[in-house]
């Protein structure tokens, strides 16, 4: 016999879970399908910045600059593996029709609502997963090896300022002062103070977890395999059983796309893949105590404990599936071996999850066009740790037939199915 239920969430990352908790919050009788594997999860792996400031989609105006670089593959921010790329075609046509400051500063007005919103979701299921000391208000720092690569960042101050987004620039001598543990002579540096972030994520997640099971949410340990329309509702179909339910919201990170595909839709999303690997800081040095983005190396490094850091890459372009590639994360933790005083690495390999990302820096948060009582919920990208939470009650909202708080026309599943509109 197939389970019911009034509604079945496909995939349990920080999206799913927090749409999950926030349907029961709204009386729903709810089933969430995900393998359970927490490692599977990109929530689980990420740098943990929950950030107003994160308005700013990858595909931005300085692409063309970049992309001699980018190409040759010698950018450490961005890997591209060639064989790949014929499989991303209308992914890449959006991205580059998205990388025009018009389009760059329509995204950022439209993410804004959604980023401003997110920390106090956080605190919110925070506080009731009974687990806000893993959220702090420490800002993040984007660090610039020189004056140079400060200034060419000029476009983006000014458009976190004309939104009120507050930083501070800090020079050599304020970087010291402010993050001792950083050994390296950073030119200059920004201070987003109004921002967050989350010790273990991974932790997180796991509240989370036990807080929807806590409501008296359940689980279906399962890979969905399908999602069958029916005359009144859904059959979701896993190899652990089905459930059928009236309405179905597939927030399945990466696997979205292939998962949509099944039922027709084409969405120009990517995985892009990163990696993590964790280092001791020198019990001599003193703690890091927020996520520095070096800019010039492409990546990030997150304090998780006092001394323990993790030191995470950029973008892979490449399947979400192929074997591991650690070019990346070797040159980002070589980099960070100068940055820091670190010990050696505390994991044997490094972990690697793929960002579910859209190339405009959109989530697609809304109804599908075609189907009845199915709600699309994923390509996070970068900033699906942050706007997680804020999601879940967005998705809650739309469910139960109210006008959500944020305004999610921009994040709507149509602009994505097709080859882009150039203009
Ligand atoms: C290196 C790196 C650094 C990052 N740093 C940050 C950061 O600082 N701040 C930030 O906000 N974001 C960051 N991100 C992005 C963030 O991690 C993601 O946007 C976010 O985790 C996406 O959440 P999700 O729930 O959509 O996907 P996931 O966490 O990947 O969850 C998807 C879930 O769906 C399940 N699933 C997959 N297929 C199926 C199926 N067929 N049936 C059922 N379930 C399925 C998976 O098992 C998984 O549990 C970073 C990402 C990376 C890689």
């Known amino acids: 016999m197939d389970e019911t239920a009034d509604i079945v969430v496909v995939g349990g990352g920080m999206v799913g879970l927090a749409c999950a908790i926030a349907l029961k919050d709204r009386g729903l009788d709810v089933v969430l399908c995900d393998p359970g594997e927490a490692r599977a999860r990109t929530s689980y792996g990420n740098a943990g910045v929950v950030s107003r400031g994160s308005i700013l989609p990858m595909s931005s105006p300085a692409l063309w600059g970049k992309l001699p670089a980018y190409l040759r593959n010698a950018d450490r921010g961005l890997r591209l593996h060639y064989s790949h790329l014929p499989r991303i075609l209308p992914y890449t046509a959006h991205f580059l029709a998205s990388a025009r400051a018009s389009r760059?500063?329509?995204?950022?007005?439209?993410?804004?609502?959604?980023t401003s919103a997110a920390y106090p979701a956080h605190e919110r299921l925070a506080a009731r997963a009974g687990t806000s000391e893993r959220?702090?208000?420490?800002?993040?720092?984007?660090?610039?090896?020189?004056?140079a690569a400060f200034k060419a960042a000029a476009l983006e101050r000014e458009i976190l300022s004309g939104h009120g987004v507050a930083f501070d620039i800090l020079d050599t001598a304020g970087i010291r002062d402010l993050e001792p543990a950083l050994?390296?002579?950073?030119?200059?540096?920004?201070?987003?103070?109004?921002?967050?972030?989350?010790?273990?994520?991974?932790?997180?997640?796991?509240?989370?977890?036990?807080l929807f099971a806590g409501l008296g949410g359940?689980?279906?340990?399962?890979s969905v395999e399908r999602l069958a329309p029916e005359a009144e509702g859904w059959r979701v179909v896993t190899e652990a059983g089905a459930v059928r339910a009236k309405q179905v919201v597939l927030a399945a990170g990466a696997a979205s796309g292939a998962i949509a595909r099944t039922l027709g839709y084409?969405?120009?999303?990517?995985?892009?893949?990163?990696?993590?690997?964790?280092?001791?800081?020198?019990?001599?040095?003193?703690?890091?105590?927020?996520?520095?983005?070096?800019?010039?190396?492409?990546?990030?490094?997150?304090?998780?404990?006092?001394?323990?850091?993790?030191?995470?890459?950029g973008v892979e372009l490449n399947a979400r599936h192929a074997e591991p590639d650690h070019?990346?994360?070797?040159?980002?933790?070589?980099?960070?071996?100068?940055?820091?005083?670190l010990g050696g690495p505390l994991d044997n390999e490094p972990w690697l999850g793929s960002r579910p990302s859209t190339p405009d820096g959109m989530p697609v948060i809304g109804p599908a066009p075609r189907h009845k009582g199915l709600l699309f919920?994923?390509?996070?990208?970068?900033?699906?740790?942050?706007?997680?939470?804020?999601?879940?009650?967005?998705?809650?909202?739309?469910?139960?037939?109210?006008?959500?708080?944020?305004?999610?026309?921009?994040?709507?599943?149509?602009?994505l199915l097709g080859w882009p509109r150039l203009l």
């Open 183 to 210: 050994v390296r002579p950073y030119a200059r540096a920004m201070l987003l103070t109004e921002t967050g972030s989350v010790r273990e994520p991974g932790r997180l997640v796991e509240a989370c977890e036990a």
């Open 218 to 222: 359940k689980r279906l340990r399962g």
């Open 104 to 114: 760059w500063r329509r995204a950022a007005a439209a993410l804004l609502p959604l």
């Open 266 to 313: 084409r969405f120009a999303v990517a995985a892009e893949r990163g990696y993590h690997r964790h280092y001791a800081l020198h019990p001599d040095s003193p703690p890091l105590t927020r996520p520095v983005l070096d800019t010039g190396a492409g990546s990030i490094l997150s304090p998780m404990g006092d001394h323990r850091i993790r030191v995470l890459s």
């Open 377 to 415: 919920a994923f390509g996070h990208g970068h900033i699906g740790l942050s706007t997680g939470p804020i999601t879940g009650e967005i998705v809650a909202d739309l469910a139960t037939g109210r006008k959500p708080a944020v305004p999610v026309a921009p994040f709507a599943p149509e602009r």
């Open 135 to 147: 959220l702090q208000r420490t800002g993040w720092l984007k660090a610039y090896r020189s004056e």
């Open 327 to 341: 070019t990346q994360i070797e040159a980002a933790s070589r980099e960070a071996a100068e940055t820091l005083r």
